[in-house]
Structure formats: C-alpha cells, structure tokens
C-alpha cells in the first residue's frame, strides 16, 4: 500500500521517484490540485449505538470528535474537542510571502496516509559549495498531521545535491524547527517570526558543515563513530529486525570509504562530512523499506529523520 496519497513538484523527479511535475513558479491554486491537497478537513461530533439493532438509540459523546475528509468523507482520526485543525491549503499558504516577496520556490508538497499527513518543502535560494564542487542547498518544510504523529512542524532542511540526501539544519537547542502542538492554534507569522526566516541560521549551518568537512578522520574513527550512531537507543528501530547493527555499520563504513555518491569528493573523502553523509545516504536510499514513500515518510518524520539527527550530534562531537 502506497503512503502517498498524491503530490506534485518542480525540477528533476525527487529522489523517491513520487509525484506529478509541475512547471516552476505556479500558483498555490495550481498546487493544491496538483498536490491533491485542494480539499479541506471537516469535523463531527462522535456518535455510538450501544446495542446490536438499527432500532436502538444513538449516544453522542461531546468530549470526542472525527475529522474527516471533505470530498470523499474518509474518516482521518477521532480527537478531542480541544483539538485544533490545520488545514492542507494553510500549509501551502504558510509559503505565499516567502514565494512572492522571499526569494523561495515551492519544490514539492502532497499528501500521505490518504489525507492523515501533508506537507510542502520551498528552496529558500540558500547554498553553498565545499571543496571539490561539493553543492548543498537550504530548503524549509512545513508538515503536519491530523492523527496525533506529528505536531505542525516548520524544519529548516539542507540537500546535498550530489546524492539528494537530505539533513535537517541542526543548531542548538532549537534544532532548527518550530513545532506548534495541535492543541494550540497554528499562528503562521509567529512561526515565521520565530524560524527567524534569515541567513543568520543558514549561515550558523554552513559554519558547522565547513567544520566538518575540514576534519580529517581515521578508519578506527570512523567505525567508532558508526558504532555509537547505531548503539543510541533511538537509532535501534533502523536496521530491520533480522539485520545486526554490525552488519549496519559495515555497509555505512562502505558508504563512507568509496561506495557512497560523492564519497570521493574533496569535501568527504576521509572527513567527519563525509561519515555524516553516509547516513544521510543510508537513510534516503539504501534503508530496507516497504516502499519508496515509506522510506520518504520514515526519512523525514520516523526513525530515519532520528538517525539522522543522532549521526548529526556524533559528529559534533567529534568537532567538539
């Protein structure tokens, strides 16, 4: 079964192999078709028969209610009342500024686990070269969900252009993302506000990945650091079950030593970027995964966008 309800993108097909292209720089109104997201998210009070015949009597229960789609009126999930809804179009809107004025292009957006989840990712014009031709480009994504896996998350995310691995742009304690609860009203310019939408955070990011790629690392090093990667509780969900984690870190050791896209670049050859690299590359393409649009949810929301994280902090240890 295909998480991907639908989406749509611009440019060179993603790395997942998923959507419908679309020409560069069109509307939001021609997006939301394309994405499959120009529907909206209506709601109902829970009701409940308490016996077994058509003739008994139906309860409501006012605490709950269910979301449901409006065009085809699939059910997404039951809530409580307390529960604020952010809509697919507000998700795309959330861009319009930044599209119009910003200097962002929308790249791709669409839809998962029919209607459950949505999302859309904008270039922000941010990029950069390390050594050797090495391109890395900043993109903001703004996902959310409606059956309680994920809070409206705003994340600023880096592509290496050579392998499209993707990495959240880690920096500090903010982690580079805002996350608003459904409990509270989504407030689009607060997020904005608080992202900081400036070069000042892209700026901090490259700081780190130039750190990185400027330090050298030896084998030991390097399996050392695969073996703390998979050794976090976190990372353990990654492999599949009859993989050991020893079988894991030797396919990363490869990944870094040669086999991996852009392993012999300057920039990662024998460096701290390029151990990191492997397990962004690991995570977006080589993961045992059901599917190409299970391995894009699990790279971006689930244990693959963990790992990721996981392998981001060991390297910062290792520049410490």
Known sequence: ???????????????????????????????????????????????????????????????????????????????????????????????????????????????????????????????????????????????????????????????????????????????????VPHRSQFDPQAVKRQLGIAISSWDAFMSRIKTLADCKVSPSMAQTYYRRVLARPEASPMPAPSARPDRTAEALYGLFTGKGMGADLPSASGTAWGLLNAVTQFVDHERRARSLDHRLDAAWFGTGATLKQRAWEEAMQLVA
């Open 1 to 179: 079964m295909h998480l991907v309800q639908s989406m749509a993108y611009t440019g060179p097909q993603p790395w997942h192999g998923l959507g419908n292209p679309l020409q560069p720089r069109q509307p939001l109104e021609v997006w939301a078709r394309q994405a499959g997201m120009d529907w909206q998210i209506d709601q109902a009070e829970v009701r409940y028969a308490a016996g077994d015949h058509d003739a008994d009597p139906v309860h409501a229960y006012p605490e709950q209610k269910v979301l449901y789609r409006s065009d085809t009126r699939a059910p997404l999930s039951v809530v409580s009342n307390r529960y604020q809804v952010v809509q697919p179009r507000e998700v795309l809107e959330f861009y319009r500024d930044l599209t119009e004025v910003g200097g962002y292009e929308l790249e791709t957006a669409g839809v998962l686990k029919g209607g459950k989840k949505f999302w859309a990712l904008a270039r922000t014009g941010q990029s950069t070269q390390l050594r050797g031709n090495d391109e890395v480009n900043g993109y903001l994504l703004l996902a959310t969900a409606c059956d309680g896996t994920l809070a409206t998350t705003a994340q600023f995310t880096s592509v290496r252009v050579v392998c499209n691995n993707t990495l959240a742009i880690a920096l500090g304690a903010s982690q580079g993302a805002i996350k």
